[in-house]
């Protein structure tokens, strides 16, 4: 089966700019989650959607935010782009939640200049 | 206030050895834990998870322990393999937090022939 799959895998924004970053998870999984991962730090968890409902939200900025459609698929945007905030972003998805172990796609690699 | 910590950013053995990866936790309320491995321009990789309720889990070469009074988790894996050489990344999760994962900053390990 299709694993995760994110688009698009590289992005070079201005600051400033927004930013919509796409996910779709596996087939039959109503969970996803958002982190984002910069060098030297663990994965820092952004929110999570299940069935369309934000379930848990991190601890980022208004800045960040995300919905998820009746499709499961998810989308995360970041409004207002500061360089701080290049960094991999990770999808992941499961059937019920985190701890039923994730599915994480390749990323989203995001640059601010 | 780093909750998961992994307090070797890099670790090498030898293949055929033992590979001990070490994770602390300060939260007492943590009642899953979760390993992950992750290469290089791709997205984590579930491995193996443990239940606070138990103090040992094994799955083929993996085995994770978890030393509840001490607030301490280890991975281990027998015999490292090539393959093996990754980051991995610890992580918990606690009911009262609706089961986010928190991370630890990962250790690498490198599988030396």
């Known amino acids: 089966k299709a694993g995760v799959t994110q688009t698009p895998r590289y992005l070079i924004k201005t600051r400033g700019q927004q930013v919509t970053l796409s996910c779709s998870p596996i087939?039959?999984?109503?969970?996803v989650s958002w982190y984002q991962q910069t060098p030297g730090q663990g994965l820092q968890f952004l929110f999570e959607?299940?069935?369309?409902?934000?379930?848990n939200k991190g601890n980022f900025p208004g800045r960040f935010s995300g919905r998820q459609f009746s499709n499961s698929r998810s989308e995360m945007n970041v409004s207002t782009l500061e360089l701080g905030d290049s960094a991999l972003y990770l999808c992941?998805?499961?059937?019920?939640?985190?701890?039923?172990?994730?599915?994480f796609g390749s990323g989203t690699r995001l640059t601010v200049v | 206030d780093q909750q998961v910590k992994q307090n070797s950013p890099s670790l090498s053995v030898q293949e055929g050895r033992i590979s001990i990866l070490n994770c602390d936790y300060t939260?007492?309320?943590?009642?899953?834990f979760l390993w992950y491995k992750k290469y290089p321009a791709e997205g984590p990789t579930f491995l193996i998870s443990?239940?606070?309720i138990k103090d040992k889990n094994e799955d083929g070469r993996f085995t994770v322990f978890l030393n509840k009074s001490a607030k301490h988790l280890s991975l281990h894996i027998v015999p490292s393999q090539p393959g093996d050489s990754a980051v991995y990344f610890c992580?918990?999760?606690?009911?009262?937090?609706?089961?986010?994962?928190?991370w630890g900053a990962g250790t690498k390990l490198i599988i030396k022939p």
């Open positions: 992941a998805s499961s059937f019920l939640g985190a701890n039923y172990g994730y599915t």
């Open positions: 087939s039959g999984h109503r969970s």
């Open positions: 959607y299940f069935s369309e409902t934000q379930r």
């Open positions: 939260n007492s309320m943590f009642d899953y």
């Open positions: 443990i239940s606070s």
């Open positions: 992580a918990a999760s606690a009911y009262d937090s609706n089961y986010q994962l928190i």
